[in-house]
Nanobody, 119 residues
Framework: QVQLTESGGGWGQAGASLRLSCAASGSINSINVMGWYRQAPGKLRELVAQTTSDRRTNYADFVKGRFTITRDIANNTVYLQMNSLKPEDTAVYYC?????????????WGQGTQVTVSS
């Protein structure tokens, strides 16, 4: 079984920085994608950033230049450094693991961590 354990998040004022961590444990395929999604009240869950096991990254336009996703492949951990936070970044942030590739892949989600940014 695969588990995702998130940490970080919390509260910050506009312009502040926060860092999220997500550690995956269990049977992790060497080919995978780890990333962060977020969901604000009344809105759909949306991709924030993701990174592949060969370190390719992809960012949503609304975080480019402010957020950075990195990963520790040896420890199956992904980080999201969030700088220049805005009130509109307020949401529950979820870690996602796509374990494997193509038709053999499975999706796993973390429990979510709240990020609140005040103006």
């Amino acid at each position: 079984q695969v588990q995702l354990t998130e940490s970080g998040g919390g509260w910050g004022q506009a312009g502040a920085s926060l860092r999220l961590s997500c550690a995956a444990s269990g049977s992790i395929n060497s080919i995978n994608v780890m990333g962060w999604y977020r969901q604000a009240p009344g809105k759909l869950r949306e991709l924030v950033a993701q990174t592949t096991s060969d370190r390719r990254t992809n960012y949503a336009d609304f975080v480019k230049g402010r957020f950075t996703i990195t990963r520790d492949i040896a420890n199956n951990t992904v980080y999201l450094q969030m700088n220049s936070l805005k009130p509109e970044d307020t949401a529950v942030y979820y870690c996602k693991l796509v374990n494997g590739y193509s038709l053999g892949s499975f999706n796993y989600w973390g429990q979510g961590t709240q990020v609140t940014v005040s103006s």
